[in-house]
């Protein structure tokens, strides 16, 4: 199978996970289109069940379980929203989740995750140190791994955003979506090029820590000394054995600011 995902994984995640999340509204800006001088819309994700659209690929990834691994739980690290998707997506399925976080993840995001009833664990000062204990819990305890963008089934949740956005707003000439690990912005790139080519895929990062615009630059992935910034969601690394999103955004996002 390719690394890349496509748009048969992503129509299948639409289908799969239609109860489970809402489908968001996209509304134009006026002020943003005034002061751009072009039409700008935005995608209300932040209206999603867990307030941003992780729960898409979270719920995905649980949802193609098998009972195995439903039996021993799901572990992940997290800078918070992620954490708090697969929080929400494991209690509505009855499995156990343990979230792995930093402590630079704010405390609002860790009482989120606890209150959905997962456990939350606050390891070392990186996502790199959450994550050993990830590894942890899958080599000991049997857990499986559902990281918060490098899986087929997260970036094929993510995509179903792309898909949404095109059908609302059928003139769509560009695309900006954040950047971070990159599972969001290659599901969406993934889904929109498959249905319009043309369309331009524009990722942002934060200026402190941008793991993902080092890579391109290096040309494979490279580890980041991950810093303090104002966009705490968008921290950590991309993972030096990177399988998907790497390459994803490589090839498919035009431009990365």
Do not use: Y
Not at 37 to 59: D, I, N
Not at 189 to 218: C, D, E, I, N, T
Not at 234 to 253: K, P, S
Request: glycine share 10%; proline share 5%.
């Amino acid at each position: 199978m390719s690394a890349a995902v496509g748009l048969p994984e992503i129509e299948a995640a639409r289908a799969r996970i239609a109860g489970m999340i809402r489908p968001t509204p996209v509304d134009p800006s006026p002020s943003l289109s005034e002061r751009a001088g072009v039409p700008v819309w935005l995608k209300f994700e932040h209206l999603q069940h867990t307030g941003s659209f992780k729960l898409r690929g979270a719920s995905n990834a649980v949802a193609r379980l098998d009972e195995a691994a439903r039996a021993g739980g799901v572990a992940a690290a997290s800078t918070g929203n992620h954490g708090r998707a697969l929080a929400h997506a494991a209690r509505r399925a009855g499995v156990r989740a343990v979230i792995c976080m930093s402590a630079l993840v704010p405390r609002n995001k860790v009482e989120a995750i606890e209150a959905l009833g997962a456990e939350a664990r606050i390891v070392g000062a990186s996502q790199d140190d959450a994550q050993v204990e990830v590894d942890r819990l899958i080599a000991e305890e049997g857990m499986v791994s559902i990281p918060p963008f490098d899986h087929r089934d997260v970036i094929a949740g993510q995509g179903t955003l792309g898909l949404e956005m095109i059908e609302a707003v059928p003139e769509l000439d560009t695309l900006v979506v954040q950047l971070s690990g990159g599972g969001l912005i290659a599901g969406i790139a993934a889904a929109v090029k498959a249905r319009r080519p043309a369309v331009r895929v524009v990722g942002v990062s934060m200026a402190r820590g941008a793991a993902m615009q080092a890579s391109l630059a290096a040309g494979r992935p490279v580890q980041v000394e991950e810093l303090p910034t104002l966009a705490d969601s968008l921290g950590g690394g991309i993972g030096l054995d990177n399988r998907h999103t790497f390459a994803m955004v490589r090839d498919l996002v035009d431009e990365v600011v």
